[in-house]
């Protein structure tokens, strides 16, 4: 069993920057892909970045691209997401989730659709203009 707990969001002027932190309880965190979504009010969930299990490959949705970075550490059971030059279109409930990553695929693979096998609750992003 993994829990994740999401930290970090909040509200923040168009064009400013947070960080978003996804701490993992247990001790097999680098055997799962890491993946961040999100969902704004009436919408569907979306996609927004994803992290290979070594940390060494990234995904991104294009509309997030060059402005937000994820990252992972390992040793800490966290994966980050900063968000940089923020619109007020990124405005949802940020959502991280992770994904078992199959014995013998690549180091590199992630993982990138909606079935995860854990959830975060969520960490409300609001960007005002």
């Known amino acids: 069993q993994v829990q994740l707990v999401e930290s970090g969001g909040g509200l923040v002027q168009a064009g400013g920057s947070l960080r978003l932190s996804c701490a993992a309880s247990?001790?097999?965190?680098?055997?799962?892909?890491m993946s961040w979504l999100r969902q704004a009010p009436g919408k569907e969930r979306e996609f927004v970045a994803a992290?290979?299990?070594?940390?060494?490959?990234?995904y991104y949705v294009d509309g997030v691209k060059g402005r937000f970075t994820i990252s992972r550490d390992n040793a800490k059971n966290t994966v980050y997401l900063q968000m940089n030059s923020l619109k007020p279109e990124d405005t949802a409930v940020y959502y991280c989730?992770?994904?078992?990553?199959?014995?013998?695929?690549?180091?590199?693979?992630?993982?990138?659709?909606?079935?995860?096998?854990?959830w975060g609750q969520g960490t409300q992003v609001t960007v005002s203009s």
């Open positions: 992290i290979s299990r070594s940390g060494a490959s990234t």
């Open positions: 247990g001790r097999t965190f680098s055997t799962y892909s």
């Open positions: 989730a992770a994904r078992l990553v199959p014995s013998g695929y690549s180091s590199r693979y992630y993982y990138t659709g909606y079935d995860n096998d854990y």
